[in-house]
């Protein structure tokens, strides 16, 4: 399909361009897979990208107006080929769960000041990304390392999949370690966590080729699903002890056992 038209008596929807609008066009519902497109500049009067609306299309650079509130989840989900992603600093917006999910080609990300809400997964699973960077006016997020926290650094939303290092040391006042966050992290071998940590949130270390080696610090208590699903060095989890404060924790979280959706 490379373009979707829309009967100017629609109340409801629009298009422009073969793309599919809301009427106002301030939502950009969805982009033709078939469209033959290298970059898209999206419109100045889009406010929202839809859920899954550019999901797996082979772009390789996207044009974010300046006046964007919100990335819906899974909005460039697999774009496989997404290699440049400029974000405006001009006005608070929100980016969903799993909206840059596997983009394996990012190799470069620069968050702005007015990021209000970053979803978990938003950038997980991009195996080319070694570092984040982030304005350091911001007011709700942190990056220590080229690795993205909250501003509290209580929480570690994601760790660059393309990150070279092979060990990593989570920072001493982590509490939760979030849902993705270490997914699909091709290089490293080595998680070292911190005491004071309360959480791993599911499929935080899922599909990670190298890794054979995390500790589980006393104070966990919470231990997710799928926590090393697709880790093919961790079947049985070498190098990892669980202690008697654990109070819930799925029946299979190793490698095998169960689907692991990745968004």
Known sequence: ?????????????????????????????????????????????????????????????????????KIEPKAFSNCSKLSKIRFPNNEAFLIGEGAFLDCRALTELSLPKNATSIGNAAFSGCSGLKKIGLDAANPNYTVSDGVLFDKAKTRLICYPAGRAETDYMVPAGVKVISSRSFLSCQYLVRAILPDGLTDIEEYAFAFCPALNTVNIPESVTTIGTGIFYGSPKMPYLPGVSFHSGVTEMPVTFSSHGHFVPRS
Do not use: R
């Not at 406010?47 to 999901?55: D, E, L, Q, R, V």
């Open 1 to 69: 399909m490379k373009n979707i038209g829309v009967d100017p008596g629609n109340s409801n929807f629009s298009s422009k361009d073969g793309v599919l609008f809301d009427k106002t066009q301030s939502t950009l519902c969805f982009f033709p897979w078939g469209q033959a497109a290298d970059s898209y500049t999206i419109p100045s009067s889009v406010k929202t990208i839809g859920n899954s609306a550019f999901a797996e299309y082979p772009l390789q650079e996207i044009v974010l107006p300046d006046h964007i509130e």
